[in-house]
């Protein structure tokens, strides 16, 4: 069992940057695959990025591919969400999630335990 709680989200102007914050609980939060989702008013979760256990393979979706930078510090039990230049098309509730398993994965299904999430607007 490993419990989520993401923080950083905010209001930010189009072209700014904020990161986020997810700190895991839990003693094996460094064998557990993360990954980033994002959910607009309206529309279906969609997948934004994944981290590996040793943080050795990232993902991306292709919409923050060069803009956005996944992270984990596993003595911390804490990954990270590195966002710049960010859109206005990037406003949206942001969650972490874990995944009990090996294997980058992209689908929130894939997925086992769930932050509560964090609201990001980004102002145009």
């Known amino acids: 069992q490993v419990q989520l709680v993401e923080s950083g989200g905010g209001l930010v102007q189009a072209g700014g940057s904020l990161r986020l914050s997810c700190a895991a609980s839990?003693?094996?939060?460094?064998?557990?695959?993360m990954g980033w989702f994002r959910q607009a008013p309206g529309k279906e979760r969609e997948f934004v990025a994944t981290?590996?256990?040793?943080?050795?393979?990232?993902y991306y979706a292709d919409s923050v591919k060069g803009r956005f930078t996944i992270s984990r510090d596993n003595a911390k039990n804490t990954v990270y969400l590195q966002m710049n230049s960010l859109k206005f098309e990037d406003t949206a509730d942001y969650y972490c999630?874990?995944?009990?398993?090996?294997?980058?994965?992209?689908?929130?299904?894939?997925?086992?335990?769930w932050g509560q999430g964090t609201q990001v607007t980004v102002s145009s």
């Open positions: 839990g003693r094996t939060f460094s064998r557990y695959t």
């Open positions: 999630a874990a995944r009990n398993g090996i294997g980058a994965a992209m689908t929130p299904e894939s997925y086992d335990y």
């Open positions: 981290i590996s256990w040793s943080g050795g393979s990232t």
